[in-house]
Protein backbone atom coordinates (compact mmCIF):
# COMPACT_ATOMS: atom_id res chain seq x y z
CA UNK A 1 0.00 0.00 0.00
CA UNK A 2 1.05 3.57 -0.88
CA UNK A 3 0.47 6.42 1.12
CA UNK A 4 0.56 9.76 -0.74
CA UNK A 5 2.52 12.63 1.11
CA UNK A 6 1.77 15.93 0.76
CA UNK A 7 4.00 18.87 0.81
CA UNK A 8 4.31 21.45 2.39
CA UNK A 9 6.04 24.46 1.82
CA UNK A 10 8.66 25.98 4.72
CA UNK A 11 7.88 29.73 5.54
CA UNK A 12 7.90 31.87 2.66
CA UNK A 13 7.19 35.69 1.42
CA UNK A 14 3.88 36.32 -0.29
CA UNK A 15 6.17 36.84 -3.32
CA UNK A 16 7.69 33.09 -3.36
CA UNK A 17 4.35 31.65 -3.02
CA UNK A 18 2.79 31.15 -6.21
CA UNK A 19 6.19 29.29 -7.74
CA UNK A 20 6.31 27.23 -4.90
CA UNK A 21 2.59 25.94 -4.87
CA UNK A 22 3.38 25.28 -8.56
CA UNK A 23 6.14 23.20 -7.40
CA UNK A 24 4.01 21.69 -4.37
CA UNK A 25 1.32 20.92 -6.90
CA UNK A 26 3.49 19.29 -9.33
CA UNK A 27 4.99 17.12 -6.44
CA UNK A 28 1.37 16.05 -5.79
CA UNK A 29 1.06 14.83 -8.87
CA UNK A 30 -1.32 17.68 -9.71
CA UNK A 31 0.47 18.59 -12.93
CA UNK A 32 -2.77 20.10 -14.87
CA UNK A 33 -3.45 22.94 -12.35
CA UNK A 34 0.33 23.17 -11.51
CA UNK A 35 0.55 24.07 -15.79
CA UNK A 36 -2.51 26.19 -15.52
CA UNK A 37 -1.16 28.07 -12.85
CA UNK A 38 2.26 28.42 -14.52
CA UNK A 39 -0.29 29.60 -17.48
CA UNK A 40 -1.92 32.24 -15.29
CA UNK A 41 1.21 33.23 -13.44
CA UNK A 42 3.44 34.11 -17.16
CA UNK A 43 0.40 35.81 -18.00
CA UNK A 44 -0.16 37.91 -15.31
CA UNK A 45 3.73 39.37 -15.75
CA UNK A 46 3.25 39.52 -19.71
CA UNK A 47 0.42 42.05 -19.16
CA UNK A 48 1.91 44.10 -16.48
CA UNK A 49 5.46 43.96 -18.55
CA UNK A 50 2.62 45.59 -21.58
CA UNK A 51 0.85 48.16 -19.24
CA UNK A 52 4.30 49.16 -18.16
CA UNK A 53 5.72 49.52 -21.86
CA UNK A 54 2.18 51.23 -22.47
CA UNK A 55 3.59 54.27 -20.42
CA UNK A 56 6.54 54.72 -21.81
CA UNK A 57 4.89 54.78 -25.30
CA UNK A 58 2.52 56.94 -24.39
CA UNK A 59 4.83 59.29 -22.57
CA UNK A 60 7.25 59.37 -25.41
CA UNK A 61 4.08 60.46 -27.74
CA UNK A 62 2.06 62.74 -25.58
CA UNK A 63 4.76 64.26 -23.37
CA UNK A 64 4.57 68.20 -23.65
CA UNK A 65 8.05 68.99 -24.82
CA UNK A 66 10.37 70.68 -22.11
CA UNK A 67 10.77 74.42 -22.15
CA UNK A 68 14.05 75.40 -24.15
CA UNK A 69 15.93 78.60 -23.59
CA UNK A 70 15.29 81.11 -26.69
CA UNK A 71 18.43 81.90 -28.30
CA UNK A 72 19.74 85.44 -27.76
CA UNK A 73 20.55 87.85 -30.67
CA UNK A 74 23.93 87.16 -31.84
CA UNK A 75 23.88 90.65 -33.26
CA UNK A 76 22.95 92.29 -30.41
CA UNK A 77 26.40 94.44 -29.37
CA UNK A 78 24.31 96.53 -26.23
CA UNK A 79 23.30 99.77 -28.02
CA UNK A 80 20.09 99.79 -29.17
Do not use: W
Request: no cysteine; aromatic share 4%; glycine share 4%.
Amino acid sequence: MTEKTEVTPPDITPKELGSVDIIGKIANNQRATAIDAVHDMLFGKASQAMADYKKVVANTYFDEPTKTEEPSNETDNGTN
